[in-house]
């Protein structure tokens, strides 16, 4: 191709400055082969295939299990969060190495179109799955069984990475923090619902994370109208279970003032697990912190002062009384409230075991997990678009065949599981980049200086390189001796 049929168009402000499109090998996501890197040490999709049931026709399969779900997880990874995105990066050569099983320079070969064209079902792939097989992949994914494999995997993996780091060895003491969070959608999606808390119409899951790793552990889709604790204690007490087989010795539930409910309560009593939560003021309570809101007299102090109060607390629907702890804050300033701030922590935690201001700042960190969360919601965004549509035609004809559409509320809570995932494998390379470079980053900074970067793939007879810029390359150098830390450690 000469200058001249490559040149799309010049431009006014510089006409020294052309535009041109040639067919080299560019990506703008060589980030993908990085987190591939990350997914193939922690072995998470090949795991992963190996344990779903795969329901295709072995006879009609061009993509693999385990390249489907290096496609998604990917592509959710790195921001494209629709299954359409699939085909307009089919030929990328970032994501033509990741998502590939195969070794070599053979992902970015590609079959002249005659021979494709003559060969409808091709043994080997020519590129990324297109978005109706990424539904199907989705609709596949959607069973009970198979659903239930991607929530236990979730977990599994988050204590693969942590054994693998402590060389084999389980934590000894982790807090689970359960919340709802809401998921706009932009249709009529099966089970979603206008929920006048959040103004909008949401679905309403729940998600389990840990604080301290930065994680999330487990995640199940429900209804935009539900209660926030609907469901909790069969989404809870299974968790713990498996939390305490695989990845620590003790474990504890951390959650907010929508969940501490009577049945829920004493289930975590009767199996001994310690809680702590946020309860919400009523009128008895007002009336009980009442005689401590009285300030001392004198001008507010420089430093905001907190004092505790502990005190037995039954609610109408308790079956007995529990600790509570009055948190009383005077963050006042001269020109501010004349009252001071204050809040009720419910826990099973003797004072002995726990003291109210040990209390407090334990309660605290979950704004940690919520900030986990929130990059969940904000950098992935998972979108649950999935509906029930039949196919009325299919090019331009009226099919003979109409396959009736799967379960779109299971579908969703599939996407959901697959961008838990994405974040989880994300988030493992986070830690390697803050480990490798001494500072924190979140995970937009990471997605945006890691992961979002130009490069272009040069391929030398067998051998392909991926040229990154410098800036970027700073950055997987210091990352790319912490990749050991990912193996798996037998033991």
């Known amino acids: ?52 049931r795969d329901t295709r026709d072995p006879d009609l399969i061009t993509h693999g299990l385990e390249e489907l779900l290096n496609t998604m997880l990917l592509l959710f990874a790195q921001g494209w969060r629709d299954q359409d995105d699939a085909d307009e990066l089919r030929d990328d050569p970032a994501y033509r190495l990741g998502v590939s099983t195969r070794r070599g320079v053979a992902p970015l070969e590609r079959r002249p179109d005659e021979e494709r064209r003559r060969n409808r079902n091709p043994e080997v792939p020519d590129g990324l799955a297109s978005q109706p097989t990424l539904s199907r992949l989705c609709q596949m994914l959607s069973t009970a069984c198979n659903r239930g494999v991607l929530r236990e995997t979730l977990l599994a993996k988050v204590a693969q990475r942590v054994k693998a780091s402590r060389r084999g060895h389980r934590l000894r003491y982790v807090t689970i ?19 006048g808390h959040y103004h909008e119409r949401v679905y309403h899951p729940l998600i389990a994370s840990i604080a301290e790793l930065g994680d999330i552990i487990d995640a199940q889709l429900r209804e935009g109208q539900v209660h926030t604790a609907a469901g909790a204690l069969d989404f809870i007490l299974p968790l713990i279970d498996q939390v305490e087989k695989q990845l620590c010795m003790v474990a504890a539930v951390r959650f907010d003032a929508g969940f501490p409910e ?8 009767g199996r001994r697990i310690a809680y702590v939560a946020r309860i919400k003021n009523n009128a008895v309570l007002d009336r009980m912190a009442e005689p401590f809101l009285k300030l001392p007299r004198g001008r507010p102090p420089a430093e905001p002062r907190v004092w505790f109060y502990e005190m037995p607390y039954r609610a109408e629907k308790w079956s007995h009384e529990r600790r509570v702890v009055l948190v009383v804050l005077d963050r006042r300033d001269p020109q501010g409230e004349l009252f001071p701030d204050h809040f009720w922590l419910l826990t099973n935690w003797t004072q002995t075991q726990m003291s109210g201001e040990a209390l407090l700042e334990h309660y605290r960190e979950r704004g940690t997990a919520e900030g986990h969360q929130g990059e969940l919601m904000d950098v992935l965004d998972p979108a649950l678009h999935s509906s029930p549509r039949s196919k009325t035609h299919y090019r331009h004809r009226v099919p003979k065949n109409v396959t009736p559409s799967g379960d779109s509320f299971c579908i969703n809570e599939v996407i959901l599981l697959l961008n838990a995932m994405a974040y989880n494998i994300t988030h493992a390379l986070r830690v390697l980049v803050e480990w490798g470079t001494k500072e924190g980053w979140s995970l937009r900074r990471v997605r945006e200086r890691v992961l979002k970067i130009a490069a272009r793939v040069v391929v030398h007879g067998r051998r392909a390189v991926l040229v990154v810029n410098k800036a970027a390359a700073r950055h997987w150098r210091s990352l790319w001796p912490k990749l050991g830390t990912l193996d798996l450690v037998e033991t």
Not at 262 to 269: F, G, N, Q, R, S
């Open 1 to 52: 191709m000469n200058t001249a049929q490559s040149t799309l168009f010049p431009l006014e402000f510089n006409p020294s400055l052309r535009v041109e499109a040639r067919a080299e090998r560019l990506s703008a996501d060589a980030g993908a082969v990085l987190l591939r890197e990350v997914m193939h040490r922690l072995r998470y999709t090949r795991d992963l295939a190996r344990n779903l």
């Open 177 to 195: 923090d359960v919340d709802s969070l809401p998921i706009a959608v932009a249709g009529h999606q099966p089970g979603s619902a206008y929920n």
């Open 262 to 269: 009577e049945h829920i309560l004493a289930a975590l009593e």
